[in-house]
């Protein structure tokens, strides 16, 4: 069966530094991958996705994660954090069926925490 | 601004009460997901339906959940009876059915069952 891991249930960084959160699913057939956010009370808002066309892709709020088939990873990235940042990111995979559409469910990763220290 | 809207946002009851949380789908979108939240499990999918119908429930406890859509405007997830273990956010979303499968989320209903 389909499986995202994300490594660490925390990351913890300044604010202007470097973002980094990692997200690798296990597939032997790339799926269809999404990061989402969640604010506090909020429900999940989609990021980005990667749907096999461009492996580096842009999405909103200055983020962009790439694809990186063999090492089977989707990471999450931004150049500079802002105080706004902090939320909880979960990447998502989107099996796909033998004709390359999506199976249609989300299979979620278990989620990491950002905070952004002043 | 098309979203999902979920009732009730917060819902507290005792053990043993049945609760039904609603999801108004976005319009024109013809797949419907309920999915759990908590600490321990995170995003668990319970149910989801393509076009009314309902194609997987397989994450859902039958005894006591039950997932229907009456109509291309509702969703309801229904809990009968609830217990303390039942307590966690539950989130709709919906998807217009893309080749890509991607989601849109409600902002979810909070359950604690006491």
Redesign the interface.
Known sequence: AQSVTQLGSHVSVSEGALVLLRCNYSSSVPP?L?W?VQYP??????LL?Y?SAATLVKGINGFEAEFKKSETSFHLTKPSAHMSDAAEY?CAV?PKLNY????????????TKLSVKP | DARVTQTPRDKVTEMGQEVTMRCQPILGHNTVFWYRQTMMQGLELLAYFRNRAPLDDSGMPKDRFSAEMPDATLATLKIQPSEPRDSAVYFCASGPGTYTGELFFGEGSRLTVL
């Not at chain 1, 009370?41 to 989609?46: A, F, I, V, Y």
């Not at chain 1, 390359?100 to 989620?111: P, V």
């Open positions: 269809y999404f989402y009370n909020q429900g999940l808002q989609l996705k749907t979960f989107s390359g559409g999506s199976q249609g469910n989300l299979i979620f990763g278990k989620g």
